[in-house]
Structure formats: structure tokens, C-alpha cells
Nanobody, 123 residues
């Protein structure tokens, strides 16, 4: 089972940027679809973005299109989420997830979850 470790979260001002990283300390992620979900206070956990194993196909939630970019470095076994033009509504815990199959946006399809990293946007 993958052991996913997120990093890069923090406190940032409205309009700022962050890059989240996710590394696997256990089994290689090279053949897995990787994704990010997030959960804001008092809300359901929601899909953000996903990238396939080869890195040539991605999907995004409508709410983040044009501002968020998911990418992966297979050599480093790391997945990234570049977040630009941050808004207060982006405040959430961001989770890195993995699945041994194709691109999906539903939470139930992902078998491996990290502990999450907090992103807080101040206005």
C-alpha cells in the first residue's frame, strides 16, 4: 500500500500561490493515477484534480480550472499541485490520493490517502 506524504501547505494571502507536493514513502506510484481532494471546514471532501500514470492526461474540478495545475515527476515519485490566484474559498485540508486505475473524480475510487496538508488563505 502506498504511504502518501503531503507537504507545502501553509498560510497565504488572497491572490497568492502555493505548490503542494506528494511523495510516496512506500510502494512506487509510477503506475498509479494520482489526485488531490480537499475538505473545507463544515463541508464534504471534494475532488480537485487528477493525473494519469503517464502524466499526459488530467482532469480538474470546474471550481479550480485555470488556477490549479496537477503534475508529476515519475523519476522522483512525486506529484504536485500548483495553486495560483488563491481565494478564501480554497481554504481547506488538501489530501493526496492514489488508485491503480484510470482517471476518476469520485472519492470512493481512491484506495490510498495521505494525512493531508492545511492551506489557509487570508483576505
Amino acid at each position: 500500500q502506498a504511504q502518501l506524504i503531503e507537504s507545502g501547505g501553509g498560510l497565504v494571502q488572497d491572490g497568492g500561490s502555493l505548490r503542494l507536493s506528494c511523495a510516496d514513502s512506500g510502494r512506487t506510484l509510477s503506475i498509479y493515477t494520482m489526485a488531490w481532494f480537499r475538505q473545507a471546514p463544515g463541508k464534504e471532501r471534494e475532488f480537485v484534480a487528477a493525473i494519469n500514470w503517464s502524466g499526459d492526461s488530467t482532469i480538474y474540478a470546474d471550481s479550480v480550472k485555470g488556477r490549479f495545475t496537477i503534475s508529476r515527476d515519475k523519476g522522483r515519485g512525486t506529484v504536485y499541485l500548483q495553486i495560483n490566484s488563491l481565494k478564501a474559498e480554497d481554504t481547506a485540508v488538501y489530501y493526496c490520493v492514489a488508485r491503480p486505475g484510470g482517471l476518476r473524480s469520485d472519492r470512493a475510487s481512491y484506495t490510498d490517502w495521505g494525512q493531508g496538508t492545511q492551506v489557509t488563505v487570508s483576505s
